[in-house]
């Protein structure tokens, strides 16, 4: 189980590099506004998690919920896999009555927990399908929807400009 874990934060990491060039070397003047594709980004929310937000732009949502989603995925995972050790304990206990009504109760336990992260992640990829779904539908609309706006990138004689800028009401 350690090794799965060591490997996530890995690829976490390599999916925010591969979208690095695209989220924070953007030139801070360009306004175009592209009509997204609301069923495409929709679609791409379903199969990766937070695609359909990258693909919208909003990239500061996309890694919490990617973040979110992997995380429910490892606790569905983990305690499927920890009811299905204390299933084989509790069936192979036939001497041992006690024992085998803990190992019974453990095994319960473990199944309400994968149910309970089964559906909260259900709920998690149905709001993030939706979500990306909206802003793709808002996204040629004309009006800045954000309080503030961040940017990172390079400046002049190869420095490095940080930006934040506020937008208010």
């Known amino acids: 189980m350690k090794s799965r874990q060591r490997l996530i934060i890995p690829a976490i990491l390599i999916l925010l590099l591969a979208f690095y060039s695209q989220t924070f070397c953007q030139d801070p003047d360009s306004t175009v506004l592209k009509r997204k ?25 996309a890694v919490v919920i990617a973040g979110i989603e992997v995380y429910l995925i490892n606790e569905v995972y983990t305690h499927w896999h920890k009811a299905n050790l204390h299933e084989k304990h509790f069936t192979n206990a036939f001497d041992y009555p006690v024992y085998q009504a803990e190992e019974f109760a453990k095994y319960e336990k473990e199944l309400d927990r994968r149910g309970n992260a089964t559906w909260f992640l259900a709920a998690t990829v149905f709001l993030s399908m939706f979500d990306a779904y909206v802003d793709a539908h808002l996204s040629d609309f004309d009006q800045p929807d954000k309080a503030f706006e961040v940017y990172i990138g390079p400046g002049h004689d190869d420095d490095i400009l940080a930006l934040l800028s506020f937008n208010l009401p």
């Open 37 to 61: 594709n609301p069923t495409g980004a929709l679609f791409r929310s379903l199969f990766v998690p937070g695609w359909g937000q990258f693909y919208n732009g909003k990239y500061i949502k």
